[in-house]
C-alpha cells in the first residue's frame, strides 16, 4: 500500500510514495522499551498503536511511540538499530529524553506527515 507524505508540513511539499527507512522505540508506562526497524515508520507505528505489531509489543502493550530517526537506507537502519540495542537501558533512556524528556508518546509527530489519516490507509490491510 502506499501513501503520500509532505516533507514539511507548514509548506505541505509532497515527496514521491518511497519507502521511509526509520529505527525506533516504543514503550508503555513502565517503560518496557522496544527497538525496531521498518521501512514504512507510519504503516509500523499505526500497526503497533493499533495491536498489530510483534508478540513482545503486544504481551507489553507497547503502543507508546518514545523515540524515532529516519535514515536513507535499509542498510543504514539495520546498523543503527544494532547500535541502540547493544546500549544499556539507561543509554536508550537517555537517547529518548534528549528528543523526547518527558516520555511523551509522540507518535503525532509522524502521523502528521500523512496527508491521509493512517486508519484510512491500513485499516483494511489483512494480517495472517
Same mark, same amino acid.
Given at each position: 500500500?502506499? =501513501?503520500?507524505?509532505?516533507?514539511?508540513?507548514?509548506?505541505?511539499?509532497?515527496?514521491?510514495?518511497?519507502?521511509? =527507512?526509520?529505527?525506533?522505540?516504543?514503550?508503555?508506562?513502565?517503560? $518496557?522499551?522496544?527497538?525496531?526497524?521498518?521501512?514504512?515508520?507510519?504503516?509500523?507505528?499505526? /500497526?503497533?498503536?493499533?495491536?498489530?505489531?510483534?508478540?513482545?509489543?503486544?504481551?507489553?502493550?507497547?503502543?507508546?511511540?518514545?523515540?524515532?530517526?529516519? $535514515?536513507?537506507?535499509?542498510?543504514?537502519?539495520?546498523?543503527?538499530?544494532?547500535?541502540?540495542?547493544?546500549?544499556?537501558?539507561?543509554?536508550?533512556?537517555?537517547?529518548?529524553?534528549?528528543?523526547?524528556?518527558?516520555?511523551?508518546?509522540?507518535?503525532? /509527530?509522524?502521523?502528521?506527515?500523512?496527508?491521509?489519516?493512517?486508519? /484510512?490507509? =491500513?485499516?483494511?490491510?489483512?494480517? =495472517?
Amino acid at each position: 500500500m502506499s =501513501f503520500r507524505l509532505v516533507r514539511n508540513p507548514v509548506k505541505k511539499e509532497k515527496m514521491s510514495d518511497e519507502k521511509i =527507512f526509520g529505527i525506533y522505540i516504543m514503550g508503555n508506562d513502565r517503560p $518496557t522499551l522496544y527497538v525496531g526497524v521498518t521501512n514504512n515508520l507510519i504503516r509500523r507505528i499505526w /500497526e503497533h498503536k493499533n495491536n498489530k505489531g510483534g508478540a513482545f509489543t503486544q504481551k507489553y502493550k507497547l503502543n507508546k511511540l518514545l523515540y524515532y530517526e529516519f $535514515t536513507e537506507t535499509p542498510y543504514q537502519s539495520i546498523i543503527r538499530e544494532k547500535q541502540i540495542k547493544n546500549m544499556t537501558r539507561k543509554g536508550k533512556l537517555e537517547l529518548i529524553k534528549n528528543k523526547n524528556p518527558r516520555l511523551f508518546d509522540i507518535s503525532g /509527530e509522524i502521523f502528521s506527515l500523512c496527508e491521509t489519516n493512517p486508519d /484510512e490507509l =491500513f485499516r483494511d490491510t489483512q494480517y =495472517f
